[in-house]
C-alpha cells in the first residue's frame, strides 16, 4: 500500500518528508517529551449532564436547520433536542443530574464543523519550514508577487548569516506562483504565469541554498546552490543526468515527485532534519488545536500511507487531540487494493477509522498539471497537464487507461468506496468511466449503501453531472478553487468558458447529490465557515472588482452549512455518530457568536434604514462569515476550545 510515485501538484496527499524521516520519527526517543502527559489526563466526562437552552440552536436532525428551543447532553451523547420542557423531562426520565446554561441571544449552537479532505501528518511536518504562501489566516495575502517572495527569501538568508551558521539552508512552503500576478494574453496568445527557477532564486540569493516547496509538497525550487548540493550528494541523479550542467538545463531548478525530491531531502543538513524530527509531535498538537478553534471536530484525511498511520497511531498512544480522525488509505494499484481485506462498515467510532481508499488520477489546474480536453490557455510544460496511469505523471491517454479502470473496479469488488482525486476536464471524465463501468455491476441498494466520491471535481460537464447521478457518486469541493484561484483560472489558466463549469456545487446539489466542501489542508486553511462563504459568494478574491465566479452555482446559506455538517458527515461514513445532534449521536458541537444562515440578513439590516438599496448577500457576507467569532468548541460533551474574552 506504498503510495511512492503520483504525481499531484497542489494536492497533500503524499509527502516526500513523511518518507524521508518516518523511521526517524516513530523512535520511541521522540514521543518520551509527550509521556509524562498519559492520554488518561486529557480531557474527561464532566459528572454531571448538560443542558444549554436560549439562543439559536441548529441540530442539523435529517439535514433540517430548523432551530430547537434547547438540547441536552450526557456522557457524551445526545440525549433530546425540542422544547425546553420536553428535554428536561427526558433528562430528568434518565435519572441524569444536569446544569443548565442559557445561550446569549445571537449565540448559535450547531454541530461540530467537518473538514472532510485535509493532510494531517505532512501538513504538520511542513510547518518548520517557512510560510511563503499566498494566504494569509483565511484570506490572500495583500502584495503577493515575486518581490514579496524574494524578500521573505533574502530575510530568512540574513537570519542564516547573522546566526554565523552557514550550514542552514533556507526553507519554504506553500509557494504558489499562480497566486502572484500573471500576463493576460490576447485569446490567440498564451497568457503567463510567474515563473520560479534557479536563476529566479539565485538572484534573491545565491550563497545560501534555497529550497521552496509547493503547497502541494510535490514540487521543489532550488536555487543553483542547492541544486550543486544535491547533486553532489545523489547518485541517481548524477546517473540521470551525468553532469551537474545537464541536471540544471534539463530541470532548471525545478524537482518534482519523490524520485527526485528525496534527493533534494536527504541533502539538507542533518540539523535541519532533527528540527522538524522534534517538533512534529506539538505541530500535529497545534494543528488538531487550531482547527478546535475554527469549529472543526472531525478531520478526515484523504490519503494516508502505511507510515502516515503508524506515526498518527503512535501520536494517539500518548496524547488526545480535542478532534476526530478518519480517513482513506492511499493506493495506487489493483494489486495495492488485493493485499486488503475487503471492506466491513466500522459499527462504533474510533480515532483512525477507515471508511475510504484515495486514488489520484491527475495533479492541479493550478499547477497546470490536472489532465485536460484541450490545452491550457497559459504557457505550460504539458499543454494539456497529465494523467497518472499508466505511468504516474507522464501520461497522456485519449482513452481511459485499464489501469486507472481496474484499480476502482477491484475495489468496489472488495467493497471499498473510492475518494477518486480529479481535477482537469478529461481526468473528471475517465473517472465517471471508471465509476460507471465498475458499479453497474451492483445492485441499486448495493450502491445506495457506498460512499463513492471525487475529490475537488474541479471542473465539470452535464453529462458527467449526470453519470455521477446515475451511480450514486458524490462531489467534494475544494470551494478554494473559486475563491482563492478563481481569477487566474478565469483570466489565465483555463479562460472564461471552461472557468464557468468549475465547482459546480449547485447543479450537483439539483441533480439530487450530496455535496461537501473541503479545504485539502495545508493547499488551503482550515475553516469551514470560510468555506460557506466562498459557496455561497462565489467571488474571485484576486478580482480588483470582486466579481462572482458563475452566480447561478452559488449555494444558500442553509445548502452550504449542510455540505460542512451533516453532509459532509455523510461523505465521510459518520453520519451515525456526528454531522447532526441526533439523541445518540456524539455530542460534537460549536458555540458561534453569530447564526451564519442570518448574519446576511442582519449586515443587510445595519446602514441601510434610510431605504437605500440593500447590498446583495454576497456582498454582506463576503470576509464577514469567515472571521465569525468561535466561542466554544465541544467533542464529546467536554470543551475542547474556549474563546478568550
Known amino acids: 500500500m506504498h503510495h511512492p510515485r503520483l504525481s499531484c501538484t497542489h494536492c497533500g496527499c503524499n509527502s516526500p518528508l513523511v518518507e524521508r524521516l518516518s523511521k526517524e520519527l516513530l523512535a520511541s526517543k521522540h514521543f518520551d517529551t509527550v509521556t509524562k ?12 449532564g448538560l443542558l444549554i437552552y436560549g439562543g439559536i440552536i441548529r441540530p442539523m436532525i435529517d439535514g433540517s436547520t430548523e432551530e430547537v428551543e434547547a438540547i441536552g447532553f450526557h456522557e457524551g451523547k445526545v440525549v433530546a433536542t425540542g422544547p425546553r420542557a420536553y428535554v428536561e423531562e427526558q433528562m430528568q426520565s434518565r435519572s441524569v443530574s444536569f446544569v443548565r446554561a442559557q445561550l446569549n441571544p445571537t449565540d448559535t449552537l450547531l454541530p461540530g464543523l467537518i473538514e472532510p479532505h485535509v493532510h494531517i501528518v505532512a501538513s504538520a511536518m511542513m510547518s518548520e519550514f517557512t510560510d511563503m504562501g499566498a494566504i494569509d489566516g483565511q484570506s490572500l495575502r495583500p502584495g503577493y508577487n515575486m518581490q514579496w517572495l524574494t524578500d521573505k ?12 551558521n552557514r550550514d542552514f539552508w533556507v526553507l519554504g512552503r506553500e509557494v504558489d506562483p499562480a497566486m502572484m ?40 525550487y532550488l536555487n543553483t546552490a542547492a541544486l550543486k548540493l544535491t547533486y553532489d550528494h545523489s547518485p541517481h541523479l548524477q546517473k540521470e543526468y551525468g553532469t551537474f550542467r545537464k541536471c540544471m538545463d534539463q530541470t532548471k531548478g525545478l524537482l518534482q515527485e519523490i524520485p527526485e525530491m528525496q534527493e533534494v531531502l536527504n541533502a539538507i543538513p542533518t540539523h535541519q532534519h ?11 498538537t497545534h494543528l488538531f488545536d487550531a482547527a478546535a478553534e475554527r469549529g472543526v471536530t472531525m478531520l478526515y484525511d484523504a490519503g494516508l500511507t502505511d507510515k502516515q498511520l503508524e506515526i498518527l497511531k503512535a501520536y494517539l498512544k500518548v496524547c488526545r487531540p480535542g478532534v476526530r480522525i478518519g480517513g482513506a488509505l492511499a493506493v495506487e494499484t489493483k494489486d495495492d487494493v488485493e493485499k486488503l481485506d475487503p471492506y466491513k462498515e466500522v459499527d462504533h467510532y474510533e480515532d483512525l477509522y477507515i471508511g475510504h481508499l484515495k486514488v489520484i488520477s491527475d495533479g492541479s489546474n493550478q499547477g497546470l498539471t490536472g489532465y485536460q480536453s484541450k490545452p491550457y490557455c497559459c504557457e505550460a510544460v504539458d499543454k494539456c497537464g497529465n494523467f497518472n496511469y499508466p505511468i504516474p505523471g507522464k501520461s497522456h491517454p485519449d482513452i481511459l487507461p485499464s489501469e486507472f479502470a481496474e484499480v476502482v473496479q477491484t475495489a468496489v469488488s472488495n467493497n471499498w ?15 465517471t468511466q471508471a465509476y460507471a463501468a465498475a ?12 460512499r463513492d466520491r471525487i475529490e475537488h471535481c474541479a471542473l465539470l460537464s452535464p453529462d458527467q453531472l449526470n453519470t455521477m447521478s446515475t451511480w450514486g457518486v458524490t462531489p467534494s469541493f475544494l470551494i478554494g478553487h473559486v475563491g482563492y484561484w478563481g481569477f487566474v483560472f478565469d483570466r489565465a489558466i483555463l479562460g472564461q468558458e471552461k472557468a464557468q463549469t468549475l465547482a459546480l456545487c449547485k447543479s450537483a446539489l439539483n441533480k439530487g447529490m450530496r455535496i461537501s466542501l473541503h479545504c485539502d489542508y495545508a493547499v488551503t486553511p482550515l475553516g469551514p465557515l470560510r468555506e460557506m ?22 449555494l444558500t446559506p442553509e445548502q452550504a452549512l449542510r455540505a460542512i455538517t451533516h453532509d459532509a458527515a455523510w461523505h465521510c461514513r459518520a453520519e451515525k455518530w456526528f454531522g447532526s445532534l441526533k439523541s445518540g449521536h456524539h455530542a460534537d458541537f460549536v458555540i458561534l457568536q453569530q447564526d451564519p444562515l442570518t448574519m446576511g440578513q442582519q449586515s443587510r439590516g445595519r446602514g441601510h434604514g434610510n431605504g437605500g438599496e440593500q447590498p446583495p448577500l454576497r456582498e454582506a457576507i463576503y470576509q464577514r462569515m469567515r472571521a465569525i467569532k468561535v466561542l466554544s468548541t465541544w467533542k464529546g460533551g467536554v470543551q475542547v476550545y474556549a474563546a478568550k474574552s
Do not use: W, Y
Not at 532533527?274 to 500535529?284: A, H, V
Not at 458499479?439 to 457506498?450: A, G, I, N, V
Open 533 to 554: 462563504e466562498q459557496a455561497i459568494t462565489r467571488i474571485m478574491e484576486a478580482d480588483p472588482a470582486l466579481n462572482a465566479l458563475n452566480e447561478d452555482e452559488c
Open 417 to 431: 468506496s473510492m475518494m477518486i482525486h480529479a481535477n482537469g476536464d478529461k481526468a473528471v471524465e475517465f473517472t
Open 37 to 48: 502527559v498519559p492520554v488518561e489526563s486529557g480531557p474527561q466526562l464532566p459528572p454531571k
Open 153 to 164: 527569501i533574502q530575510a530568512e538568508a540574513d537570519a542564516i548569516r547573522t546566526g554565523h
Open 274 to 284: 532533527k528540527d522538524i524530527q522534534e517538533k512534529l509531535i506539538p505541530n500535529l
Open 181 to 220: 500576478p500573471f500576463i493576460e494574453k490576447p485569446s490567440d496568445q498564451l497568457s503567463k504565469l510567474t515563473q520560479i527557477d534557479a536563476k529566479t532564486l539565485d538572484n534573491c540569493v545565491s550563497d545560501i541554498p534555497v529550497v521552496l516547496l509547493s503547497a502541494s509538497l510535490h514540487t521543489a
Open 439 to 450: 458499479l453497474k455491476t451492483l445492485t441499486p441498494k448495493q450502491r445506495k449503501e457506498r
